[in-house]
């Protein structure tokens, strides 16, 4: 059946109930056809701010988006007289009226704002079109800013989808599929940190101790199977909650929608309010095994970043994601997960330690870690994945040798999570010590500072010898052996004697092209470059041997490592 375009209905109603005054945020919500074009129109009514001037909270930029108030059309007031004007700068829509009235009746539609359909370049744009729409709340939902004024302010929401047909699926962050939703004591933060989607979505549903977990995906996916995607995120999920002992969400919800990639593969995903968003790349080139390391890695952080938080974001990045890349691979094998065992959990670790000690920035002190540097230069930002996932491995065989296997790392991450429960606790590296100290006969203060604070790298012989792991030597490395300026694309060094070097990159060649595979060592580098005014093709395998031990996988390493 042909879908039709849809508007949305909405009426926010401020009520007084017992001895304060409770606000409630009711929205009605119908399908509707306007002049053949894909929109949401949205109908508010709410009560007045005392004075003459009402605001309603709009992001104009987030999440990486600009100019968001470009999706909104058409603003009236419809039961009283007044001016509305955007404010771009400061977020909201501005409503000037007659002071002392009740309430007000104002209505706006919201369209896509970019061509096509869904792109990596445009997720977390509204998506709206004749077969779905797939919206962020925060760019679907205008809210009164009297009811939010503080950030811990609670409001209850009620939703009622009217009019939709039969086959058209609802599904959110609060609920699947249902005509009434109830959304109790909620805060700015939680109801503008939610996935809206609706249409052709298909859903699978599973449960965990009684709790509903939801993938709802749509399109005809190439890569994989959509069942077996349903099955390695309930075994992901299960998996997780058995681990931190904790199954207290009732509900959560994937959404995964494809966009056409020509060439590689690509992922974006976001923690939101009981759910997943994530838009995947739809080709032969894209795996179920990216897929598994995904679920694994951001579902960790509902616990890892999100109740256990971090006191200094950049300075604790080597646990909030080195310890969530340990346990991503520590539970992926532990579980069997896609068929996954020890050999592949020594092997990862094996690419872990390569990636870390391969680093052109492996021993840089983690203060250097900023927000800057973190989020434009690869290198640091994936230096705290490397760094912690290491040091999260040889602490957790540490505490099995000296407790003969009574404790590990994982009851010191549960020890944090209890800690946690107390809003003011914040993660730290005083309180990581203090943890870990509890579960060893030796403080691990010299060896924290030494590895995490000032950046050396481990003495991986000394300690894999002492554990009785077997290894090998030496190991193949990713060496990029050159460096550019990402504004002008000039070559600022090549590392002589290097592959880079050897095929004949230098130093001011101009990079008017480039395909490298980060980290792999069997996928060549292919540079287009201008020297000079002339054009030539570089490629070169990105590698070099290198004095660092790998694992082997055997009987006596699984033995010791006891996963």
């Given at each position: 059946?042909?879908?039709?375009?849809?508007?949305?209905?909405?009426?926010?109603?401020?009520?007084?109930?017992?001895?304060?005054?409770?606000?409630?945020?009711?929205?009605?919500?119908?399908?509707?056809?306007?002049?053949?074009?894909?929109?949401?129109?949205?109908?508010?009514?709410?009560?007045?701010?005392?004075?003459?001037?009402?605001?309603?909270?709009?992001?104009?930029?987030?999440?990486?988006?600009?100019?968001?108030?470009?999706?909104?059309?058409?603003?009236?007031?419809?039961?009283?007289?007044?001016?509305?004007?955007?404010?771009?700068?400061s977020n909201w829509i501005e409503i000037n009226h007659t002071k002392g009235i009740d309430k007000i009746q104002f209505e706006y539609v919201l369209k896509q704002d970019v061509e096509g359909d869904l792109a990596a370049q445009n997720r977390y744009r509204p998506m709206i079109n004749n077969n779905y729409f797939h919206i962020f709340s925060h760019n679907m939902f205008m809210l009164p800013d009297h009811i939010v004024l503080e950030k811990d302010s609670k409001f209850d929401v009620v939703m009622n989808w009217n009019d939709f047909p039969e086959d058209y699926?609802?599904?959110?962050?609060?609920?699947?599929?249902?005509?009434?939703?109830?959304?109790?004591?909620?805060?700015?933060?939680?109801?503008?940190?939610?996935?809206?989607?609706?249409?052709?979505?298909?859903?699978?549903?599973?449960?965990?101790?009684?709790?509903?977990?939801?993938?709802?995906?749509?399109?005809?996916?190439?890569?994989?199977?959509?069942?077996?995607?349903?099955?390695?995120?309930?075994?992901?999920?299960?998996?997780?909650?058995?681990?931190?002992?904790?199954?207290?969400?009732?509900?959560?919800?994937?959404?995964?929608?494809?966009?056409?990639?020509?060439?590689?593969?690509?992922?974006?995903?976001?923690?939101?309010?009981?759910?997943?968003?994530?838009?995947?790349?739809?080709?032969?080139?894209?795996?179920?095994?990216?897929?598994?390391?995904?679920?694994?890695?951001?579902?960790?952080?509902?616990?890892?970043?999100?109740?256990?938080?971090?006191?200094?974001?950049?300075?604790?990045?080597?646990?909030?994601?080195?310890?969530?890349?340990?346990?991503?691979?520590?539970?992926?094998?532990?579980?069997?997960?896609?068929?996954?065992?020890?050999?592949?959990?020594?092997?990862?670790?094996?690419?872990?330690?390569?990636?870390?000690?391969?680093?052109?920035?492996?021993?840089?002190?983690?203060?250097?870690?900023?927000?800057?540097?973190?989020?434009?230069?690869?290198?640091?930002?994936?230096?705290?994945?490397?760094?912690?996932?290491?040091?999260?491995?040889?602490?957790?065989?540490?505490?099995?040798?000296?407790?003969?296997?009574?404790?590990?790392?994982?009851?010191?991450?549960?020890?944090?999570?209890?800690?946690?429960?107390?809003?003011?606790?914040?993660?730290?590296?005083?309180?990581?010590?203090?943890?870990?100290?509890?579960?060893?006969?030796?403080?691990?203060?010299?060896?924290?500072?030494?590895?995490?604070?000032?950046?050396?790298?481990?003495?991986?012989?000394?300690?894999?010898?002492?554990?009785?792991?077997?290894?090998?030597?030496?190991?193949?490395?990713?060496?990029?052996?050159?460096?550019?300026?990402?504004?002008?694309?000039?070559?600022?060094?090549?590392?002589?004697?290097?592959?880079?070097?050897?095929?004949?990159?230098?130093?001011?060649?101009?990079?008017?092209?480039?395909?490298?595979?980060?980290?792999?060592?069997?996928?060549?580098?292919?540079?287009?470059?201008?020297?000079?005014?002339?054009?030539?093709?570089?490629?070169?395998?990105?590698?070099?041997?290198?004095?660092?031990?790998?694992?082997?996988?055997?009987?006596?390493?699984?033995?010791?490592?006891?996963?």
């Amino acid at each position: 059946m042909k879908k039709t375009l849809f508007l949305l209905f909405v009426s926010v109603i401020l009520y007084a109930c017992s001895n304060r005054q409770k606000d409630i945020v009711s929205y009605t919500i119908s399908p509707f056809q306007v002049d053949s074009i894909p929109s949401i129109k949205v109908l508010m009514e709410f009560e007045a701010d005392k004075g003459r001037t009402t605001k309603l909270r709009f992001q104009d930029e987030a999440w990486g988006e600009k100019d968001l108030h470009n999706s909104i059309h058409h603003m009236n007031l419809v039961n009283i007289k007044g001016t509305v004007t955007k404010n771009r700068d400061s977020n909201w829509i501005e409503i000037n009226h007659t002071k002392g009235i009740d309430k007000i009746q104002f209505e706006y539609v919201l369209k896509q704002d970019v061509e096509g359909d869904l792109a990596a370049q445009n997720r977390y744009r509204p998506m709206i079109n004749n077969n779905y729409f797939h919206i962020f709340s925060h760019n679907m939902f205008m809210l009164p800013d009297h009811i939010v004024l503080e950030k811990d302010s609670k409001f209850d929401v009620v939703m009622n989808w009217n009019d939709f047909p039969e086959d058209y699926m609802i599904h959110n962050s609060f609920g699947s599929n249902e005509k009434h939703q109830d959304i109790i004591d909620v805060n700015e933060e939680e109801f503008h940190s939610a996935i809206f989607v609706g249409g052709d979505f298909r859903t699978h549903i599973n449960t965990i101790n009684n709790n509903e977990l939801i993938f709802a995906t749509r399109g005809d996916w190439i890569p994989f199977d959509e069942v077996a995607v349903s099955d390695l995120l309930h075994k992901t999920v299960k998996a997780q909650r058995n681990f931190w002992k904790d199954h207290s969400q009732k509900y959560f919800t994937v959404t995964m929608i494809p966009f056409p990639l020509n060439q590689g593969s690509s992922f974006g995903g976001t923690g939101l309010t009981n759910s997943f968003a994530t838009s995947v790349s739809n080709n032969n080139q894209t795996s179920i095994k990216q897929l598994s390391y995904l679920f694994n890695h951001e579902l960790m952080h509902n616990w890892i970043g999100h109740k256990i938080k971090n006191e200094n974001e950049e300075e604790e990045y080597w646990f909030s994601e080195g310890f969530t890349d340990y346990y991503t691979q520590k539970n992926i094998a532990k579980n069997k997960i896609l068929e996954a065992d020890e050999g592949d959990f020594i092997n990862e670790m094996n690419i872990t330690i390569k990636n870390l000690y391969a680093s052109p920035v492996a021993t840089v002190p983690n203060s250097e870690i900023t927000y800057d540097n973190f989020w434009s230069d690869r290198n640091y930002e994936k230096l705290p994945y490397y760094r912690g996932s290491v040091l999260a491995f040889l602490l957790d065989l540490k505490i099995k040798k000296e407790s003969n296997n009574q404790y590990s790392l994982d009851d010191v991450m549960r020890d944090l999570l209890e800690q946690s429960k107390n809003k003011e606790v914040k993660l730290n590296s005083k309180i990581f010590i203090h943890t870990v100290n509890k579960y060893l006969p030796q403080t691990i203060d010299v060896f924290f500072h030494d590895h995490i604070e000032k950046g050396k790298l481990f003495d991986l012989i000394s300690i894999f010898n002492d554990f009785g792991l077997i290894y090998t030597p030496k190991a193949k490395v990713f060496e990029q052996g050159f460096s550019y300026d990402q504004k002008t694309n000039i070559v600022t060094n090549v590392i002589e004697n290097s592959a880079a070097y050897k095929a004949g990159l230098r130093t001011n060649d101009i990079l008017k092209s480039w395909s490298i595979y980060y980290g792999n060592i069997e996928k060549e580098v292919a540079l287009k470059v201008d020297r000079n005014g002339s054009e030539s093709q570089i490629s070169f395998l990105p590698v070099k041997e290198i004095e660092l031990p790998q694992l082997l996988v055997n009987p006596q390493n699984i033995e010791v490592i006891n996963l």
